[in-house]
C-alpha cells in the first residue's frame, strides 16, 4: 500500500476535474456516478452491522451532499457513535486534503485524519481501499475502520442509513425521530427526483456550463424549481414552518443544502442570478432562516460560511482564475425576523 501511494503521489493525476466534466459538444454539465453502495444494515448477519465508533464519516463543511450527512447525523443524534473529519476547504490537483497540523480552520473536526496519519488527501483512502480505483473522490464517505474499507460515498444513501440502522442502539428521543415518515415517503421521493435534477444539480449545470445555450437552459430550469418550491412552501405555511408541514423531513434535509449556499455562492459564482433568495422567494427564506436559526442541525455547528465561500471560489479555477472572495452577501444568512426591505414591503406579508 504504501509503495503505491508513493507512486501516486508522484504522478500527475489525469481523471477530469469537476469543472471539466461539460459535454465538449453541449456544453451541458453531467455528474459521474458513486462509486461505493453498501449499507450499513441492522439485519441479522449483515457485512456493516451498526457498531459504536466503527465508521468513520469524512466530510468537506463546502460540500452540499456532505452537509446532508452532517445534518442527518446530528438530528438523529449520533455524535458519540459516528465520529468525523472535515478536509480543508480547498480542492486542488489531487482532491480534497486534510488539513496540516499547523493550519486553523473554523468548525468541528477540522484536523489531520485521525484514522490514518500519514495520509495528507481523501484519495489515499481510496486508494488504500482500490490501488486502481478510477473514480471520483468524494464526500461524504463512510469509512469502516474495522475492515479498513469503504462502505458508501454516495450521500443519499449514507443519511437513510443514519435513519433507522442505529435505532435500537439509541435512546427513545432520537430513536423516534422519523426523517422519512412512511405515509409521506412517496410524495418525498417525488419531490426529490426534482429537487434534485432541477435545484441540487441545478446550480451545478449551471455554474459549470460551458456554452451560453446550455448554461441559459440550465438556469431557467432552476429558476423554474426554485418557483415550484416557493409554492409549495407557501401552500404549507398555514400547516407548519418545514417543507411538508408540522415535523423535519428528508425534504428539508436535501434542500437546504442547497437554498443556504445560494445567496453567499450561487448568484455570484454559477451566475444563478435571476433573483436571490432573500429578496425573491419569502416562502423559501423564511423556510431557510426558521430551520438554520431555530435547530442546531442546521445552523452554524453544520454550516461553515467560511468553508463555503473559500471552496468555490477558491477551488474552481476555470470559473475564478484570480480566486477572489467576495465580501456579500452581508450578512451570510439574515436573522429570523428580518427581510430585506424589498420582501419586507412586498404584498406576502
Given at each position: 500500500m504504501a509503495v503505491h501511494l508513493t507512486l501516486y503521489a508522484g504522478q500527475k493525476d489525469q481523471r477530469p476535474s469537476i469543472t471539466s466534466w461539460a459535454d465538449p459538444q453541449s456544453g451541458a454539465f453531467h455528474r459521474g456516478a458513486s462509486a461505493f453502495r453498501n449499507f450499513?444494515?441492522?439485519?441479522?448477519?449483515?457485512?456493516?452491522?451498526?457498531?459504536?465508533?466503527?465508521?468513520?464519516?469524512?466530510?468537506?463543511?463546502?460540500?452540499?451532499?456532505?452537509?446532508?450527512a452532517l445534518i442527518a447525523r446530528k438530528l438523529k443524534g449520533l455524535e458519540d457513535f459516528i465520529p468525523y473529519t472535515s478536509?480543508?476547504?480547498?480542492?486542488?490537483?489531487?482532491?480534497?486534503?486534510?488539513?496540516?497540523?499547523?493550519?486553523s480552520l473554523p468548525g468541528e473536526?477540522?484536523?489531520?485524519?485521525?484514522?490514518?496519519?500519514?495520509?495528507?488527501?481523501?484519495?489515499?483512502?481510496?486508494?488504500?481501499v482500490d490501488p486502481e480505483y478510477k473514480g471520483r473522490f468524494t464526500v461524504p464517505t463512510l469509512f469502516d475502520t474495522k475492515t479498513n474499507t469503504i462502505v458508501s460515498n454516495e450521500s443519499s444513501e449514507i443519511i437513510r442509513m443514519f435513519y433507522t440502522e442505529f435505532d435500537h442502539l439509541l435512546p427513545p428521543e432520537h430513536a423516534e425521530v422519523d426523517l422519512l415518515p412512511r405515509e409521506l415517503q412517496g410524495e418525498i421521493e417525488d419531490t426529490n427526483d426534482w429537487t434534485y435534477s432541477d435545484i441540487n444539480n441545478g446550480v451545478y449545470k449551471s455554474g459549470f456550463a460551458t456554452k451560453q445555450e446550455a448554461y441559459e437552459a440550465a438556469v431557467k430550469l432552476l429558476f423554474a424549481g426554485l418557483e415550484r418550491a416557493e409554492a409549495h412552501l407557501a401552500s404549507?405555511?398555514?400547516?407548519?414552518?418545514?417543507?411538508y408541514g408540522d415535523r423535519i423531513t428528508e425534504a428539508d434535509i436535501r434542500l437546504f443544502t442547497t437554498i443556504i449556499r445560494f445567496d453567499p455562492v450561487y448568484?455570484?459564482?454559477?451566475?444563478?442570478?435571476?433573483?436571490?433568495?432573500?429578496?425573491?422567494?419569502?416562502?423559501?427564506?423564511?423556510?431557510?432562516?426558521n430551520l438554520y436559526w431555530s435547530h442546531e442541525a442546521f445552523g452554524p455547528s453544520t454550516t461553515q460560511f467560511e468553508h463555503i465561500k473559500c471552496h468555490y471560489t477558491k477551488s474552481h479555477s476555470q470559473i475564478n482564475p484570480h480566486a477572489i472572495v467576495p465580501v456579500g452577501p452581508v450578512p451570510d444568512i439574515l436573522p429570523l425576523d428580518q427581510e430585506v426591505p424589498a420582501a419586507s414591503a412586498s404584498a406576502w406579508k
Open positions: 450499513i444494515s441492522k439485519k441479522a448477519g449483515a457485512q456493516y452491522p451498526p457498531e459504536k465508533g466503527r465508521y468513520h464519516l469524512y466530510v468537506s463543511y463546502a460540500c452540499p451532499w456532505a452537509h446532508r478536509v480543508h476547504w480547498h480542492m486542488g490537483d489531487k482532491g480534497w486534503r486534510f488539513v496540516t497540523q499547523d493550519e473536526a477540522v484536523v489531520p485524519d485521525p484514522v490514518h496519519p500519514s495520509f495528507t488527501h481523501l484519495r489515499d483512502i481510496y486508494f488504500s404549507m405555511s398555514t400547516r407548519g414552518p418545514y417543507y448568484v455570484q459564482h454559477f451566475k444563478c442570478n435571476i433573483k436571490d433568495i432573500r429578496s425573491g422567494f419569502p416562502y423559501l427564506h423564511k423556510w431557510l432562516r
